[in-house]
Antibody, heavy 130, light 107 residues
């Protein structure tokens, strides 16, 4: 049974870099079947997708965070990580990591592949202080 | 970005009732939509993918339908443990987006 656990510093000062790690158990981050995802949820607010990352390095990013986000995958530790630079109070949120699996839709004889998040970790709370 | 609008934003129903939550997309997403359930202090939990495909282990009282821009999540025979916030999510186009959520209270 796959499990994910996000971990982070809890408290980060404004303008600094936030680093988060997601540890995966019961599955391999180097599996070609999945993307690995980050989603955040500000206090009392909506869910915001941050990115998908693939173990070979390809990523899909939310443009709202483009330029501030970087990722890495550590296959030896079965972890993937997120770095978010120049944080502000707006980055205060619960950060979730999740596994994304593919589904295939066929239209006009052509296959299209999409990824949705099927297993989520418990999330880690990050507060940005001034 | 594709916008998802859920309605209602909150509702209250009794045990045994049937409720329907609607999600409308700002453009055609075929059936590339998922539904999640979130209880306070916990991570979202996948209920349905591809608009109507129930995740293994999810009770069959949950069902989804729709295609294009209009989707529904129906919960038949409400149980106390169904009290939660429900979100739709489109994964047709990047950036992936979520609806604003529907809070369901069990009377």
């Amino acid at each position: 049974q796959v499990q994910l656990q996000a971990s982070g510093p809890g408290l980060v000062k404004s303008s600094q870099t936030l680093s988060l790690t997601c540890t995966v158990s019961g599955d391999s981050v180097s599996s070609g079947d999945f993307y690995w995802s980050w989603v955040r949820q500000s206090p009392g607010k909506d869910l915001e997708w941050i990115a998908y990352t693939y173990y070979r390095g390809s990523t899909q990013l939310n443009p709202s965070l483009k330029g501030r986000v970087s990722f890495s995958v550590d296959m030896s530790k079965n972890q993937f990580s997120l770095n978010l630079t120049s944080v502000t109070a707006a980055d205060t949120a619960v950060y979730y990591c999740a596994r994304a699996v593919s589904t295939t839709h066929t239209r006009q004889g052509r296959n299209y592949y999409y990824y949705y998040m099927d297993v989520w970790g418990k999330g880690t709370t990050v507060t940005v202080s001034s | 970005a594709i916008q998802l609008t859920q309605s209602p934003s909150s509702l209250s129903a009794s045990i045994g009732d049937t409720v329907t939550i609607t999600c409308r997309a700002s453009q055609d997403i075929n059936s590339v939509l998922a539904w999640y359930q979130q209880k306070p202090g916990t991570a979202p939990k996948l209920l349905i993918s591809d608009a109507s495909s129930l995740k293994r282990g999810v009770p069959p009282r949950f069902s989804g339908s729709g295609s294009g821009t209009a989707f529904t999540l129906t919960i038949s025979g409400l149980q106390p443990e169904d009290s939660a916030t429900y979100y739709c999510q489109q994964f047709h186009s990047y950036p992936i987006t979520f609806g604003q959520g529907t809070r369901l209270e069990i009377k």
